[in-house]
């Protein structure tokens, strides 16, 4: 079936950098997503990679995908206290066209 | 742009009344809308798909008949909770898939918080 595992915290020094990781199990997954959430408010898109690329860039964001292993990281280089916030990993999987499964969320907190 | 928003962002009810949640595509169109459900400090559970003129979709183990899903036009999808009790307390996402060029991506709404008293 389908899971998706994350750690559940993370804690950083403001200005270091924060590597999220998450692993998946359904190898049939196309696109790979990180959500970010602040307390109490909706998800909001960070980025997402397809699952035959790599590497993703995004301004401070960088997304590592080694689809062999099924593992996903989500790094934040110069972490800020704005940054504070649960991360979700999610997939979408080629056989589930609209079904996206979420991680249990990683909690990042920026110590500054 | 892809900007999805909820009414009431918080609701507070009685036990045994109803609670209807708008969620709504601002400038896109969503034939497809989908309701989630959080519980504190836990992630997010899908409770049913909504398809636009169509009947919902709804994942195993959501009650149908208790969670009402209309997704009446292309931009407003409701879910009411019907007949409510405490343990359906939460926080209800709604979300709205984009298609084209944003690969089918779901943009979410801010949620709203109900609590049944």
């Known amino acids: 079936g389908e899971d998706v595992e994350q750690s559940l915290f993370l804690s950083v020094r403001e200005g270091d950098s924060s590597v999220i990781n998450c692993t998946y199990t359904?190898?049939?997954?196309?696109?790979l997503y990180w959500y970010k959430q602040e307390p109490g408010a909706g998800l909001q898109l960070l980025t997402y990679i397809f699952s035959n690329m790599d590497m993703k860039q995004d301004q401070r964001l960088t997304v590592l995908l080694n689809k062999k292993d099924k593992h996903l990281s989500l790094r934040i280089a110069d972490t800020q206290t704005g940054d504070s916030a649960i991360y979700f990993c999610?997939?979408?999987?080629?056989?589930?066209?609209?079904?996206?499964?979420f991680g249990p969320g990683t909690s990042l907190s920026v110590i500054p | 742009g892809a900007v999805v928003s909820q009414h009431p962002s918080w609701v507070i009810c009685k036990s045994g009344t109803s609670v209807k949640i708008e969620c709504r595509s601002l400038?896109?169109?969503?034939?497809?809308m989908f309701w989630y459900r959080q519980f504190p400090k836990q992630s997010l559970m899908l409770m049913a798909t909504s398809n636009e003129g169509s009947k919902a979709t709804y994942e195993q183990g959501v009650e149908k008949d208790k969670f009402l899903i209309n997704h009446a036009s292309l931009t407003l999808s409701t879910l009411t909770v019907t007949s409510a009790h405490p343990e359906d307390s939460s926080f209800y996402i709604c979300s709205a898939r984009l298609t084209g060029v944003h690969i089918n991506t779901q943009y979410f709404g801010p949620g709203t918080r109900l609590t049944v008293l």
């Open positions: 359904d190898s049939s997954s196309t696109y």
């Open positions: 400038d896109f169109q969503a034939t497809t």
């Open positions: 999610a997939e979408r999987a080629e056989t589930s066209y609209d079904k996206v499964i």
